[in-house]
């Protein structure tokens, strides 16, 4: 007869009775040791399953040494963009049996490296998605952090492997479109001041400039959500820019909620371009032309590079990148005479 414990749980020594073996040879068993004789692990198997067993996931992962689970640290969980990657990264995830621990920093980049200390010492591996942090702080906590993986940032350590999106191309492929529809006087709605991938939007700036002198362009502070863009509406009128290239889609969209509150026509007046491409940019009125990121493609290879790294198959760290596809809608039109 098999006595269960106080708390009415059945347990490994219910099994091990059930079975006539030991407890730790329950243990291995349910472990996936195969150095356990065939015949036994049946016949534990079998009675595990009898008893309608099931092992604590807490003491299988301590005795494991893992936890079926990997982190994500991004800075801003409301952004549709960190969302896509989310989905990519959950989904290809599930497919292996691990899920997914999520810590949101809220763009305050002094807590990213708390976050991830935390997140990592929970979980079998990390990805860093986009961190604020400075290059400095970054290569100081990496040694700490492995298996880790970087999403839009590199790194000189080894072992990384990193998956960077060319913003710096795709802004330059946006500003030549804008240019190519007449607009010689151009602004830029800057994100923010600690994002890496502002950084490269702002180089890829600079070389369009050397290539262009006859354009002006305007840098003007921003961020990156819709209120920023919403708020910015007076700047981008005071420059007497004609084409406005937006940090994200979401400060695109929150620019022509602006302008259309003021009676600006978008594209007659002024044309906005954002980036990204997230689900909502072809439904606005009128649609958003953007720059198309793979962001959910960038999940999932996220989620491969972190297998092959924890199961120690050689992952790829020379780095990936990403090349951005520019999406003309309406929200774009030749410059006003």
């Given at each position: 007869?098999?006595?269960?414990s106080a708390?009415?749980?059945?347990?490994?020594?219910?099994?091990?009775?059930?079975?006539?073996?030991s407890?730790?040879?329950?243990?291995?068993v349910?472990?996936?040791?195969f150095?356990?004789?065939?015949?036994?692990?049946?016949?534990v198997?079998?009675?595990?399953?009898?008893?309608?067993?099931?092992?604590?996931?807490?003491?299988?992962?301590?005795a494991?040494?893992?936890?079926?689970?990997?982190?994500?640290?991004?800075?801003?969980?409301?952004?549709?963009?960190?969302q896509?990657?989310?989905?990519g990264?959950?989904?290809?995830?599930?497919?292996?049996?691990?899920?997914?621990?999520?810590?949101?920093?809220?763009?305050?980049?002094?807590?990213?490296?708390?976050?991830?200390?935390?997140?990592?010492?929970?979980c079998?591996?990390?990805?860093?998605?986009?961190?604020?942090?400075?290059?400095?702080?970054?290569?100081?906590?990496?040694?700490?952090?492995?298996?880790?993986?970087?999403?839009?940032?590199?790194?000189?350590?080894?072992?990384?492997?990193?998956?960077?999106?060319?913003?710096?191309?795709?802004?330059?492929?946006?500003?030549?479109?804008?240019?190519?529809?007449?607009?010689?006087r151009?602004?830029?709605?800057?994100?923010?001041?600690?994002?890496?991938?502002?950084?490269?939007?702002?180089?890829g700036?600079?070389?369009?400039?050397?290539?262009?002198?006859?354009?002006?362009?305007?840098?003007?502070?921003?961020?990156?959500?819709?209120?920023?863009?919403?708020e910015?509406?007076?700047?981008?009128?005071?420059?007497?820019?004609t084409g406005?290239?937006?940090?994200?889609?979401?400060?695109?969209?929150?620019?022509?909620?602006?302008?259309?509150?003021?009676?600006?026509?978008?594209?007659?007046?002024?044309?906005?371009?954002?980036?990204?491409?997230i689900?909502?940019?072809?439904?606005t009125t009128?649609?958003?032309?953007?720059?198309?990121v793979?962001?959910?493609?960038?999940?999932?290879?996220a989620?491969q590079?972190?297998?092959?790294?924890?199961r120690?198959?050689?992952?790829?760290?020379?780095?990936?990148?990403?090349?951005?596809?520019?999406?003309?809608?309406?929200?774009?039109?030749?410059a006003?005479?």
């Open positions: 007869m098999v006595r269960r708390t009415g749980r059945i347990g490994i020594a219910d099994v091990a009775v059930k079975a006539g073996v407890h730790a040879t329950v243990s291995r349910m472990n996936g040791n150095t356990v004789d065939p015949d036994i692990a049946a016949r198997k079998a009675a595990a399953a009898e008893l309608k067993y099931q092992p604590n996931p807490v003491g299988r992962s301590l494991l040494g893992k936890t079926d689970t990997i982190g994500i640290v991004v800075p801003d969980l409301a952004n549709p963009t960190f896509a990657i989310l989905r990264l959950s989904r290809a995830a599930a497919q292996d049996g691990y899920r997914v621990l999520i810590a949101d920093s809220f763009e305050v980049s002094s807590e990213e490296a708390i976050l991830a200390g935390e997140a990592r010492r929970r079998d591996g990390l990805v860093l998605c986009a961190p604020r942090m400075s290059d400095a702080e970054l290569e100081e906590i990496i040694p700490s952090l492995h298996p880790l993986v970087l999403i839009n940032r590199t790194t000189a350590a080894k072992g990384v492997p990193t998956l960077v999106v060319d913003y710096g191309q795709g802004v330059q492929d946006i500003a030549e479109h804008l240019v190519n529809l007449g607009h010689t151009l602004a830029f709605l800057a994100g923010p001041p600690r994002s890496a991938s502002n950084a490269r939007r702002l180089e700036l600079d070389a369009f400039k050397a290539a262009h002198p006859q354009v002006d362009v305007t840098m003007l502070e921003g961020g990156s959500d819709f209120d920023t863009g919403h910015a509406v007076d700047a981008v009128l005071e420059s007497g820019a406005i290239l937006a940090f994200n889609d979401l400060v695109a969209m929150g620019l022509m909620s602006g302008l259309h509150e003021r009676g600006v026509d978008v594209p007659g007046d002024i044309s906005v371009t954002g980036f990204d491409d689900p909502f940019a072809r439904y009128p649609a958003l032309t953007t720059a198309a793979p962001i959910t493609e960038l999940g999932q290879d989620w590079q972190m297998r092959a790294l924890i120690q198959e050689g992952s790829d760290t020379s780095g990936s990148r990403y090349q951005p596809r520019l999406e003309v809608r309406a929200s774009t039109g030749p006003r005479k």
